[in-house]
């Protein structure tokens, strides 16, 4: 904890100070990390309750540090989003991503959304402009791309978050709503925005159906995302009895242990090739 000496002055503890340490390395690292190539892509199948078939993927970040291993995004996305250095991780991720669809075009896999996670920071004017370049350059069909965004980026600067949204999906690009419910609880905005998925998050889906209040929660953004016309999607299914319940809901789409967990590029497309089913 913070600390104040007899000169009034504040100083750290130990323990802190060895946190802001821990951190400066951290954003170092991951500077290098970025520099370096050390990042990587794994892909999460999201799968049609309906049909059972693979219907896209969420792309999702890894680092392969040389000394610690495989380090989730836990443990470097939120110091990231702190330091600004989100901007570069995303543009790295972007990037990565669209190289990934092209050579899945060039392979011949049949077209499918996968999704890149974007944070408050990369929510700018500058965004529409980006995403047509990149679409341009890797020469990708737009309606492989999607993008997951968060409650908390649509809650300022309504006019001009709109008029961003509204350019990015003119470019034929998804926009979905993740960790639905956890954020703002006002409902107003949902119908003012151009979103195309509703993504019910994982703490709603973990307890049904034993839990009476996530099974209501759960079917009431099902219910929602239906009459505003809404895809809808359910994260972190790992059992058959939650995916029974969503399927009784009428929920579209899930994610989640239960099919498959975040998996390297080339086992989600062998997965896309054999046609592995739900
Ligand atoms: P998220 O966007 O909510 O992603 C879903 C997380 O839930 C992933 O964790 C995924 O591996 C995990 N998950 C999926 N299915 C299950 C399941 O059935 N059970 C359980 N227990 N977990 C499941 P991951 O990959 O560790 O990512 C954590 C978070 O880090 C993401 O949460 C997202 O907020 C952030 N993140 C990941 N990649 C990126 C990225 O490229 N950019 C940004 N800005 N954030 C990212
Ligand atoms: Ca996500
Ligand atoms: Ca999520
Ligand atoms: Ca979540």
Redesign the pocket.
Known sequence: AKQTGPDGLSFFSEDMNQRAVDRLNLEAGLRRAIDRDELL??Y?PKVSIETGAIIGA?????WRHPERGLV???EF?PVA?ESGL?VH??NW?LEAACRQIRQWMDEGLPAMHIA????AR?FSSSLPARVQELLERHKIGAEWLEL?ITEGMLMHHTAKVVAMMDEITALGVALSL??FGTGYSSLSYLKRFPIDTLKI??SFV?SIPDDVDDCAIAGAIVSMSKQLKHNVIA????SGDQLAFLKSLGCDEI????FS??VPAETFAAMVREGKRL
């Open positions: 892509l794994h999460q969420e792309a999702l970040v890894r989730p995004p836990a996305v989003e989100i991780v995303s991720v890149v996670n974007l944070s990369d997951e993740d960790d998050d994982r973990i994260e972190g299914v790992e994610q989640g242990y239960l967990p975040p």
